[in-house]
T-cell receptor, first 113, second 117 residues
Framework: AQKITQTQPGMFVQEKEAVTLDCTYDTSDPSYGLFWYKQPSSGEMIFLIYQGSYDQQNATEGRYSLNFQKARKSANLVISASQLGDSAMYFCARSGSARQLTFGSGTQLTVLP | GAVVSQHPSRVICKSGTSVKIECRSLDFQATTMFWYRQFPKKSLMLMATSNEGSKATYEQGVEKDKFLINHASLTLSTLTVTSAHPEDSSFYIC?????????????FGQGTRLTVV
């Protein structure tokens, strides 16, 4: 199976600090996409950021940036200037030849005041 | 951005009854929708791919007779949990992607929290 691995079940960060959430993936697809979603306790899935496998530059969206290292097959999410509202579950996901997204196991982030 | 609406958001049903969950794409046509199941603090597990006008494709281990999927139009897919039992209690969430490219964004419904008593 082409897995998505998130090795951090839980992370804590101090408010206003930056935090990195890890994600590594397996794939045999020549081109693929990597997504990060935020899931607060309400359950909704909020799209954060996308990186295409052939994109030359790392994606950024406001306080979110993606540290994409293709050779290492990693796509870590960096959240800068953490806010209390960032406390949530974060999922890394991959798209490829199949249309569905494959998700990692998630990281529960808690931002401390 | 595109919106996917899922209804109901919460449902409690008695063991042995059936529950229907609707997933609608509000401003785009979705030839394919995806149904996921999520246990507390766990990942989203793909149950099935819903294809407009044809049979759904189920993932290994998912009982197609228990989880009936109908995708009768380009904007509506339904998941019916038949003869529900307490072990079917879970969070169910649907998704649709606008476009076919690898970078096309996946939009999610609000999810349905099913409790079978």
């Amino acid at each position: 199976a082409q897995k998505i691995t998130q090795t951090q079940p839980g992370m804590f960060v101090q408010e206003k600090e930056a935090v990195t959430l890890d994600c590594t993936y397996d794939t045999s697809d020549p081109s693929y996409g990597l997504f990060w979603y935020k899931q607060p306790s309400s359950g909704e899935m909020i799209f954060l950021i996308y990186q295409g496998s052939y994109d030359q530059q790392n994606a950024t969206e406001g306080r979110y940036s993606l540290n994409f290292q293709k050779a290492r097959k990693s796509a870590n999410l960096v959240i800068s200037a953490s806010q209390l509202g960032d406390s949530a579950m974060y999922f890394c996901a991959r798209s490829g030849s199949a249309r569905q997204l494959t998700f990692g196991s998630g990281t529960q982030l808690t931002v401390l005041p | 951005g595109a919106v996917v609406s899922q209804h109901p958001s919460r449902v409690i049903c008695k063991s042995g009854t059936s529950v229907k969950i609707e997933c609608r794409s509000l401003d785009f046509q979705a030839t394919t929708m995806f149904w996921y199941r999520q246990f507390p603090k766990k990942s989203l597990m793909l149950m099935a791919t819903s294809n407009e006008g044809s049979k759904a494709t189920y993932e290994q281990g998912v009982e197609k007779d228990k989880f009936l999927i109908n995708h009768a139009s380009l904007t509506l897919s339904t998941l019916t949990v038949t003869s529900a039992h307490p072990e079917d209690s879970s969070f169910y969430i649907c998704s649709a992607r606008e476009g076919t490219g690898i970078g096309s964004e996946a939009f999610f419904g609000q999810g349905t929290r099913l409790t079978v008593v």
